[in-house]
């Protein structure tokens, strides 16, 4: 089985709302056919690619990549952690509602992840009950930074600690709007502020005893972790030299690293041998980040050119890791 878990979509439902202007989401639809696109007030844009809204341009996607299953993701700008209570509330049930739509369509090929209401913990944990329970999800997709909180701040360690306790996979993806400052020529926001962004949250995770405190979560990072698996030793030298870094965490970082499992798109073959002889083939999956522009179109070239690997290496990253996480064994 090769399974993508990091494919995003955007529920035609979230879509209208914003045409039909049903939720105040501070965004438009530009264009019309394929020039359509998303306009946020707060500067961020993107295509409306068919991929994101049709179950069948997802389906021939994944046949053209020789994919057999896909893990649904809403794309980062639904999150919507900017809203009030009420208004996140609603944004998050009907994008959650159109995923499990999505994935009633083709249930052999497609899986479900939701996304939650992070900035009111309790509408959080509210959410993520109802999607265990009435949708089956086993994974739900969170930002790197809830706005300008971190993710280790201690009123998100109950919603936390709910995924932990019902098993649910927690996908990290860098999330903010607009161009970062210092970041805004180049596409640097991208290319260099979505792998910093994961850098920051994992160090700040590991030093802060986050991960100390739910042993058992399981925590996903999109882009191969960023920074961090080739920087690790930097921040292992950093926990034995400086005070500030073990203040609250006696654990070392490498051991804590080991907790993480890591999608496969960064694009370099090397990468993923190195990351599967750093954290083990069985925190490795496969990914694409379809259908954004910085996704990877053809993942199984890049993971057949990964050297080294051993063929169960290889079928632990193509599928195996993904069955495990979502709790399911079609072999």
Same mark, same amino acid.
């Given at each position: 089985?090769? #399974?993508?878990?990091?494919?995003?979509?955007?529920?035609?439902?979230?879509?209208?709302?914003?045409?039909?202007?049903?939720?105040?989401?501070?965004? /438009?639809?530009?264009?019309?056919? $394929?020039? %359509?696109?998303?306009?946020?007030?707060?500067?961020? +844009?993107?295509?409306?690619?068919?991929?994101?809204?049709?179950?069948?341009?997802?389906?021939?996607?994944?046949? %053209?990549?020789?994919?057999?299953?896909?893990?649904?993701?809403?794309?980062?700008?639904?999150?919507?952690?900017?809203?009030?209570?009420?208004?996140?509330? $609603?944004?998050? =049930?009907?994008?959650?509602?159109?995923?499990?739509?999505?994935?009633?369509?083709?249930?052999?090929?497609?899986?479900?992840?939701? #996304?939650?209401?992070?900035?009111?913990?309790?509408?959080?944990?509210?959410?993520?009950?109802?999607?265990?329970?009435?949708?089956?999800?086993?994974?739900?997709?969170?930002? &790197?930074?809830?706005?300008?909180?971190?993710?280790? @701040?201690?009123?998100? /360690?109950?919603?936390?600690? %709910?995924? !932990?306790?019902?098993?649910?996979?927690?996908?990290?993806?860098?999330?903010?709007?607009?161009?970062?400052?210092?970041?805004?020529?180049?596409?640097? &926001?991208?290319?260099?502020?979505?792998?910093?962004?994961?850098?920051?949250?994992?160090?700040?995770?590991?030093?802060?005893?986050?991960?100390? @405190?739910?042993?058992?979560?399981?925590?996903?990072?999109?882009?191969?972790?960023?920074?961090?698996?080739? !920087?690790?030793?930097?921040?292992? /030298?950093?926990?034995?030299? %400086?005070?500030?870094?073990? $203040? +609250?965490?006696?654990?070392?970082?490498?051991?804590?690293?080991?907790?993480?499992?890591?999608?496969?798109? +960064?694009?370099?073959? =090397?990468? #993923?041998?190195?990351?599967?002889?750093?954290?083990?083939?069985?925190?490795?999956?496969?990914?694409? @980040?379809?259908?954004?522009?910085?996704?990877?179109?053809?993942?199984?070239?890049?993971?057949?050119? $990964?050297?080294?690997?051993?063929?169960? !290496? /290889?079928?632990?990253?193509?599928?195996?890791?993904?069955?495990?996480?979502?709790?399911?064994?079609?072999?």
């Amino acid at each position: 089985m090769n #399974i993508d878990f990091h494919s995003h979509v955007i529920p035609q439902s979230f879509v209208d709302a914003i045409e039909n202007k049903t939720l105040a989401l501070m965004a /438009r639809v530009e264009g019309s056919g $394929a020039e %359509r696109k998303v306009v946020h007030e707060q500067g961020y +844009v993107y295509p409306l690619f068919s991929e994101f809204t049709d179950v069948s341009a997802k389906l021939a996607a994944m046949d %053209r990549k020789g994919l057999d299953i896909s893990v649904l993701s809403p794309a980062p700008p639904t999150f919507t952690y900017w809203a009030e209570e009420e208004l996140a509330s $609603a944004v998050t =049930r009907l994008v959650n509602d159109g995923v499990a739509e999505m994935v009633a369509e083709r249930p052999d090929r497609l899986r479900g992840m939701g #996304i939650l209401p992070m900035q009111h913990p309790d509408a959080a944990i509210a959410e993520l009950e109802r999607i265990v329970s009435v949708h089956g999800f086993r994974a739900v997709e969170i930002g &790197t930074r809830i706005e300008d909180t971190k993710l280790s @701040d201690p009123r998100f /360690r109950p919603v936390l600690r %709910r995924a !932990q306790e019902l098993g649910v996979f927690v996908m990290t993806h860098p999330y903010y709007i607009g161009n970062k400052s210092g970041l805004e020529d180049y596409y640097l &926001t991208n290319l260099v502020g979505n792998p910093l962004e994961t850098a920051l949250m994992v160090a700040d995770l590991m030093f802060s005893g986050t991960l100390d @405190d739910l042993p058992e979560l399981k925590l996903g990072l999109a882009h191969g972790g960023g920074y961090v698996p080739y !920087q690790i030793g930097r921040l292992v /030298r950093g926990h034995e030299m %400086r005070g500030e870094t073990h $203040a +609250v965490s006696k654990t070392s970082p490498m051991e804590l690293l080991r907790r993480f499992y890591f999608d496969t798109v +960064v694009f370099e073959p =090397r990468s #993923i041998s190195f990351l599967a002889e750093l954290v083990g083939a069985d925190k490795v999956f496969l990914g694409t @980040d379809a259908p954004f522009d910085m996704g990877d179109e053809e993942p199984l070239k890049t993971i057949n050119a $990964a050297p080294g690997l051993s063929d169960a !290496q /290889r079928r632990s990253i193509c599928g195996g890791t993904a069955l495990a996480l979502l709790g399911e064994d079609l072999a």
